[in-house]
């Protein structure tokens, strides 16, 4: 089976990301898909404090401003990527190209960076990795 991945960067725009995902799920539904067409989301905070950030700003603040921290750290926007995976048999190549050029050019898609990686690709690997460890 031929399987590419579309990675779209959508940094902190989640409403764009979960216009996508509605998107792909109605195409799903409406052309019959099934598994061919997956959609799954990676999260990171946009602002990872590091070991040295934490402990200094854990020792300075008091009782009330650890609070506050928390909850700035907490309210910063976090970073989505979506990852969608093309799933198509040999046989079905029209179809897969297909949708490899029409999903990028579709309206919620074109605000995110793009990025296709194909199954001959160095990076492949990685990214059926991660594909695979996201829920």
């Known amino acids: 089976m031929a399987h590419d991945f579309l ?11 979960q216009q996508a995902r509605h998107k792909v799920e109605g195409w799903t539904q409406g052309f019959r898909l099934g598994k061919k067409m997956l959609l799954k989301f990676e999260r990171e905070d946009a602002k990872e404090p590091s070991d040295g ?5 854990g020792a ?29 048999s040999e046989h079905e190549k029209l179809s897969h190209q297909r949708w490899l050029d029409r999903i990028p050019n579709e ?29």
């Open 7 to 17: 990675i779209f960067d959508f940094e902190t725009n989640e409403e764009a990301a």
């Open 53 to 57: 950030e934490t402990a200094s700003s």
């Open 60 to 88: 300075k603040a008091g009782g009330k401003k650890k609070a506050a921290a928390k909850d700035n750290a907490a309210s910063e926007a976090t970073k989505v990527r979506v990852l969608v995976r093309l799933d198509f």
């Open 107 to 135: 309206e919620p898609f074109k605000s995110a960076k793009a990025e296709i990686i194909r199954q001959g690709d160095p990076e492949f690997a990685e990214t059926a990795e991660l594909f695979d460890s996201l829920s």
